[in-house]
């Protein structure tokens, strides 16, 4: 059997002890190659050993906190430290492919800097703009990976020509849910009520974000869009899940625009709960506390993993008509899209006739669970991509 590589980041640990959309990727398709030995690479964690492996798949970690952490992230070029462990673990594990993930600079250097029978696959889970400024290209530069996955078909064609543009095939690789983990709301009742007496509530109608507290996301434009449904619906209760960063330490940072948030928040006209950062593995039962999911996001997302999620939960979403996330939010099947990111008035309009339909609520929500669990289980993301992998070494499995 031959093994790949699968390479995270330098920011967040597999699995995703402290969250990391890319991080739950890795993790979960890993568990679920069939044909292929998996090695998981990514930075350290005090809670996770140097080495281990659980099932199939073996982790290795890197420590890269304090000084080295801040040495790497300002001055990589001169001082290329996870590159070089990275490197050094490929060849030690003889892997046969190496899948980098959101960090096109690291697929370069392993490409300089490993023998050429190593194929490379560089795989985008956002945007070239999305990525921090020392993790950027300069524009031009080539990549020559054997394969540029993105997960979207959106971030594919944006990406194809810059950060593809050295590889010698392109596929769209779209992110995954646990379909065990994930419960209907419209059949646990049992669950669900329970979720929600951890929040006092019982009957109430709730509207539930999940998501970075960001201005990006959009939470602001939310909250004003609140304001206009308690006046129709002063039971309801919004539902903020999630912290303002990801990684150790860093989940409840107070910034700016949370600060503004709270502000806001304090003088909502409605209930409001925060619940603050809530660890992956906890998600799938988080959002039974919901009766509608809303992502307005204000930029163009990859993708969206949490609208997958919510979609399996049983959850109508309402979000923004941009980016991909009209790839798996559609029109009528598991949601409604808005004709503009920024409009709380249309987004309490949409909030309000879904909380008034029930029916409309239920029909949006089981056709996107059955969806999302057909197209988008971890099972079938993980063959699709062990299929990329067969494709670009040749041949089929154990070829």
């Given at each position: 059997?031959r093994?790949?590589a699968?390479?995270?980041p ?7 002890i402290?969250g990391g959309?890319?991080?739950l990727f ?5 568990r679920?190659?069939t044909?292929w030995r998996p090695?998981?690479i990514?930075p350290?964690?005090p809670?996770?050993?140097r080495r281990?492996?659980?099932g199939?798949?073996q982790?290795w970690?890197?420590p890269l906190?304090g ?8 001055y990589?070029?001169h001082?290329?430290?996870y ?7 490929i ?7 190496v899948?980098?993930?959101?960090r096109p600079?690291l697929?370069?250097y392993?490409?300089r ?9 560089l795989?985008m889970?956002?945007?070239y703009?999305?990525?921090g ?10 990549i020559?990976?054997a394969?540029?996955v993105a ?6 064609d944006r ?15 779209y ?7 994930f ?13 929600r ?8 109608p709730?509207?539930l974000?999940a998501g970075k507290?960001?201005e990006?996301?959009g939470v602001h ?7 206009r ?7 309801a209760v919004?539902?903020?899940v ?13 910034t700016p ?6 502000w806001q928040?304090?003088?909502?006209g409605?209930?409001?709960?925060l619940t603050?950062?809530?660890e992956p593995e ?9 009766d509608?999911?809303v992502g307005?996001s204000q930029?163009e ?9 919510a ?13 991909g ?6 029109e ?9 990111k920024d409009?709380?008035?249309?987004l309490a309009?949409k909030i309000?006739?879904?909380l008034?339909n029930?029916?409309q609520r239920?029909k ?9 669990l057909?197209n988008f289980?971890w099972?079938?993301i993980?063959q699709t991509l ?11 499995p154990?070829?």
């Amino acid at each position: 059997m031959r093994t790949v590589a699968l390479v995270g980041p330098e920011l967040y640990p597999v699995p995703p002890i402290r969250g990391g959309a890319a991080e739950l990727f890795i993790d979960q398709v890993a568990r679920r190659l069939t044909d292929w030995r998996p090695v998981v690479i990514s930075p350290g964690d005090p809670q996770l050993p140097r080495r281990e492996v659980r099932g199939p798949v073996q982790y290795w970690r890197i420590p890269l906190a304090g000084w080295r952490g801040w040495l790497y992230r300002r001055y990589r070029q001169h001082f290329p430290l996870y590159d070089r462990q990275v490197a050094a673990i490929i060849q030690q594990t003889q892997a046969s492919l190496v899948h980098v993930h959101n960090r096109p600079l690291l697929a370069l250097y392993l490409k300089r800097h490993l023998p050429p029978e190593f194929p490379i696959i560089l795989h985008m889970h956002n945007l070239y703009n999305s990525l921090g400024k020392r993790e950027r290209p300069r524009p031009g530069t080539l990549i020559p990976v054997a394969g540029f996955v993105a997960c979207s078909r959106f971030v594919l064609d944006r990406e194809k020509d810059r950060l593809g543009l050295g590889a010698a095939l392109h596929r769209v690789v779209y992110n995954g849910v646990d379909s065990q983990a994930f419960l209907s709301l419209w059949e646990h009742g049992d669950e669900r009520r329970s979720v929600r007496e951890q929040y006092r509530i019982t009957d109430e109608p709730v509207v539930l974000f999940a998501g970075k507290l960001r201005e990006s996301k959009g939470v602001h434009i939310l909250v004003a869009a609140m304001e206009r449904v308690w006046q129709e619906a002063p039971r309801a209760v919004l539902a903020l899940v999630g912290g303002t960063e990801y990684g150790r330490g860093r989940t409840g940072r107070r910034t700016p625009f949370f600060q503004q948030l709270r502000w806001q928040l304090d003088k909502a006209g409605g209930r409001v709960v925060l619940t603050g950062f809530v660890e992956p593995e906890r998600m799938p039962l988080t959002y039974l506390l919901g009766d509608i999911f809303v992502g307005p996001s204000q930029i163009e997302e990859g993708l969206g993993l949490v609208f997958l999620e919510a979609a399996a939960a049983g959850l109508p979403v309402i979000a923004t008509r941009q980016g991909g996330i009209p790839e798996v939010v559609r029109e009528g099947g598991n949601g409604l899209l808005l004709q503009k990111k920024d409009d709380a008035q249309e987004l309490a309009g949409k909030i309000v006739f879904l909380l008034n339909n029930e029916d409309q609520r239920k029909k949006l929500g089981q056709q996107g669970r059955q969806e999302a669990l057909t197209n988008f289980s971890w099972e079938k993301i993980a063959q699709t991509l062990g299929t990329v992998y067969d494709e670009i070494l040749g041949g089929g499995p154990g070829a």
